[in-house]
């Protein structure tokens, strides 16, 4: 049995939430080896609206009377769904039309309804994106419902490693490098803890390695990448 203690800030290559660390020797594997996440621990630092970074998704798009309007939501960690209602009614408010945004707390639903015609809500970036991404379902054109919207900036995170990809491995857009999926069940400041229960166990394929590369990726499978730093155990059978 191998352990090996993975720390983003240990790196020899890469940023915090794509790395390539490098290991003291060469480690040789065989058919038949298993491997296991233990230990994980990211700081829970992505607020659910932020205005700076590769993150920033502080803005809504919305194509309303045949026109494009792109306003701002105020920034901030938000705890509360009428709370976040709220900010988007302020942000689009100032587009022509009578607005109405509400939050739906027991089924984590946010609805969105406009007087405005034509209007749509764009895939051009900031919070309408990521909020497209998500299962949604419109009456119209003017009445859009946003199903299963957290209040947290990152919800599930996916541990990768291309070294370690295996077609018995199925993760977001289809991809075999995922090695765990972590629910984010803490909030904001916090520290969120995962390991993989004792029972289960994910086949390694035959490989030679010096180096290995982590990638830490999000329900749709892009980088994360405001993390500032993960660590977690990788155990070899």
């Known amino acids: 049995m191998r352990q090996i203690f993975v720390d983003s800030r240990d790196r020899s290559s890469g940023t915090s939430s794509d790395f390539t660390m490098s290991l003291p020797q060469t480690i040789a594997l065989g058919g038949g080896h298993q491997g296991r996440i233990d230990d994980f621990r990211l700081p829970v630092a992505i607020p659910t609206i932020t205005n700076a970074g590769p993150g920033r998704n ?21 705890t509360d769904g009428d709370v976040l209602a709220q900010r988007i009614f302020d942000a689009v408010k100032t587009i ?25 809500l764009t895939l051009d970036g900031g919070y309408s994106k990521w909020l ?20 947290q900036g990152l919800d599930m995170c996916y541990l990768c490693c291309p070294q370690f990809a295996n077609l018995d491995n199925v993760g977001p857009k289809g991809s075999s490098d995922v090695l765990c999926a ?26 030679t390695f010096q180096t290995l590369t982590w ?9 994360v990448n405001t993390v500032a730093n993960f660590s977690f155990t990788l155990t070899i059978d």
Do not use: C
């Open 182 to 207: 972590i629910p984010i069940t803490v909030g904001y400041g916090s520290v969120q803890h995962y390991s993989m229960s004792n029972s289960v166990y994910f086949d390694l394929p035959a490989s």
């Open 58 to 78: 502080d803005t809504i798009t919305v194509n309303a009377h045949g026109s494009v309007h792109t306003v701002y939501i105020q920034p901030g960690n938000i």
């Open 96 to 120: 022509s039309g009578a607005w109405t945004v509400s939050y739906n707390k027991e089924m984590m639903q946010l609805t969105i309804s406009t007087s405005a015609t034509p209007f749509n």
């Open 132 to 151: 497209l991404e998500r299962p949604h379902f419109r009456h119209d054109d003017r009445h859009y419902v946003f199903l299963f919207v957290p209040l």
């Open 215 to 223: 990638q830490l990726r999000d329900r749709n499978y892009n980088l």
